[in-house]
């Protein structure tokens, strides 16, 4: 545990009593600050080319560096600590003096495999990049990092802004949440007091929202545009990215989606709450209150509501997140985004298919070609360079694009006939003849995985994941893997700015049309030295995934390959009406 942490826990009284005053008080700042003249330390600075900027809450210094300016770890909330542990962010409390924006701050609290505890509740903070010119009004890109909800930070290499905004011109931003049980977690005692906000489990889409706000107020003294702000996040970012198009609390916050390898993943406050009882009897056990299940429901049977908050409330972070169960990478097996009909609406992502839902905004969405081959190069079942492996990770990878792609796209666009970009990310993956740019057998058993385009969206190389899978950007596959990155690139820059991917010289990417027949998917491609253009023109479902199995295979293979499939159904991946 972190001295921070260990700090905010000795004091946590006081901090209650601090917290409490200024909820009272909060709404007579507010209304005295509206009061005070126009050049009290609330107005925002103009943008003039400079580290130093004036926020809504003040002073911040950052770093210049060769062609862009860089502010990280600016606080858009206040810690979220002592009785702010799950409760709606609150905005930052105002400084004094000059806050230097020179380091990152904390990630989230999360268990790291091989690592152990790492970061902080006290984690709400997100970094700027933005060209080194005197430019007003850039488009705002923001991007939320992935890791399943329960693991990752901003301050990984890999979503770093210095490449995107020298080349695209545009203002970066990277954010940190709440992760895991600290940010999304409903129980009868903690919800059972405050704002409607407090009592909807939702903290870490609670966060996300806050920090666009914290945009909308204070992103023009970076020289950003408010009013053109795209929100972009890949795999547990695009979970968020799904969510926030959803939510009636981020209306007006954003303007453009983007939504890499993410999945249309939701559950109820019934399962939310049931998740979290688990975790009560497991910490209840631990503490050797209770030496089974069933004697640590009686226990909780005895328990007031007071004291079941109390006692959650006195774990730490750290204690907590521990006894929930680990997933591949270390991810906490814990289910994030719940329909509580407030943050989130009752209908979930059916709402799409009613086109009534927040945030009807143009939108890029899409998978790699080879999802889930990242997961299973970690697995012994089935074993490598086999053909089931081949089968099993490619067929779950259609599942994969289905949940996260065609299923959505297909209701998003029913009844709205919005401007949505899919692409599928193909680099890496075998060709028709089973060659590969990747080296040695990273074709066969990587492909075009799971993060594989990150480095081609935001161009800062490598993914974070390289060190666990090793190299896969080589000097021979360097000429078609650059002008890859230089498409993207371009694709986004052009949305970001005006909600249309397509610009002067790229390849027209078609947006999405229900219609049989018609393009629908851009697959983004390269070979050695030359850029691959395809589309496709299929719409996905899990019964043409299944049909495409029996038509492929025959028996013993076609059950074997059903019953490693049938592992992803809880998750999720079979439509309802089957």
């Not at 407090?198 to 992103?219: C, H, P, Q, Y």
């Not at 027949?517 to 070979?527: M, R, S």
Request: proline share 6%.
């Amino acid at each position: 545990m972190s001295l921070i942490i260990k700090l905010a826990y000795l004091f946590a009284p006081f901090i209650r009593l601090i917290n409490l005053i200024k909820r009272i008080v909060s709404p007579y700042i507010s209304h005295f600050r509206s009061l005070e003249p126009s050049n009290t330390t609330f107005n925002l600075s103009s943008w003039n080319d400079d580290a130093l900027v004036q926020t809504k809450y003040g002073l911040v210094s950052g770093l210049s560096n060769k062609g862009f300016w860089c502010w990280k770890g600016i606080p858009y909330a206040d810690p979220p600590i002592g009785s702010l542990r799950w409760k709606a962010p609150l905005d930052p409390t105002p400084w004094i003096g000059t806050r230097k924006t020179k380091k990152f701050g904390s990630s989230a609290a999360q268990v790291m495999p091989f690592i152990g505890p790492i970061g902080s509740e006290d984690c709400l903070y997100l970094n700027i990049w933005r060209p080194k010119t005197p430019e007003t009004k850039l488009p705002v890109y923001l991007y939320i990092h992935g890791g399943g909800n329960s693991i990752g930070s901003s301050a990984e290499v890999s979503y770093y802004g210095n490449k995107i905004v020298k080349k695209s011109n545009l203002l970066y931003i990277s954010v940190n949440y709440r992760l895991g049980a600290m940010g999304w977690f409903i129980h009868p005692a903690i919800i059972s007091t405050g704002s409607p906000e407090d009592k909807s489990g939702n903290f870490g889409t609670l966060d996300l929202i806050k920090a666009l706000e914290w945009v909308r107020d204070n992103i023009e003294a970076f020289g950003g545009d408010p009013n053109n702000v795209t929100i972009a996040g890949e795999s547990g970012g695009a979970f968020n990215v799904l969510s926030l198009l959803i939510s009636p609390h981020a209306k007006g916050l954003f303007h453009h989606a983007i939504a890499e390898s993410g999945l249309s993943l939701i559950w109820s406050t019934n399962t939310a709450e049931a998740q979290s009882t688990d975790l009560l009897i497991n910490l209840l056990i631990k503490d050797r209150k209770a030496k089974n299940q069933l004697e640590a429901e009686r226990v909780i049977e005895k328990m007031s509501g007071k004291e079941v908050d109390d006692y959650l409330r006195s774990k730490s972070a750290f204690k907590i997140l521990k006894r929930i169960p680990k997933m591949d990478f270390g991810m906490s097996e814990w289910r994030t985004i719940f329909t509580d009909g407030t943050i989130i609406p009752k209908e979930g992502y059916a709402i799409f298919s009613t086109g009534d839902w927040a945030n009807k905004v143009p939108i890029i969405i899409g998978c790699t070609k080879d999802e889930l081959k990242l997961f299973g190069r970690f697995r012994k079942d089935p074993p490598k360079n086999t053909r089931i492996y081949d089968l099993i990770w490619g067929y779950r990878s259609l599942l994969w694009r289905v949940n996260g792609l065609d299923s959505l796209v297909s209701k998003m666009y029913s009844k709205t006939n919005l401007p949505i970009y899919a692409y599928r990310f193909d680099w890496g993956s075998p060709d028709k003849d089973g060659v590969s740019v990747l080296p040695k057998g990273m074709g066969r058993n990587l492909g075009a995985h799971h993060a594989a385009e990150i480095p081609f969206f935001l161009g800062m190389g490598k993914s974070s994941i390289s060190m666990l899978i090793g190299k896969t950007h080589t000097k021979r596959n360097r000429f078609g893997r650059e002008r890859l990155k230089d498409l993207c690139m371009n694709y986004l820059a052009n949305f970001a700015r005006t909600g249309n991917p397509n610009g002067e010289g790229l390849l027209y990417w078609y947006p999405w049309d229900n219609t049989k027949g018609k393009d629908k998917i851009l697959v983004l491609d390269a070979g050695i030295d030359d850029l691959r253009f395809s589309y496709l023109n299929d719409i996905l479902t899990v019964k043409s995934v299944i049909e495409l199995i029996n038509l492929e295979l025959k028996e013993p293979e076609i059950g074997m390959i059903l019953s490693y499939l049938d592992e992803m159904i809880p998750f999720g991946f079979k439509e309802p009406e089957l």
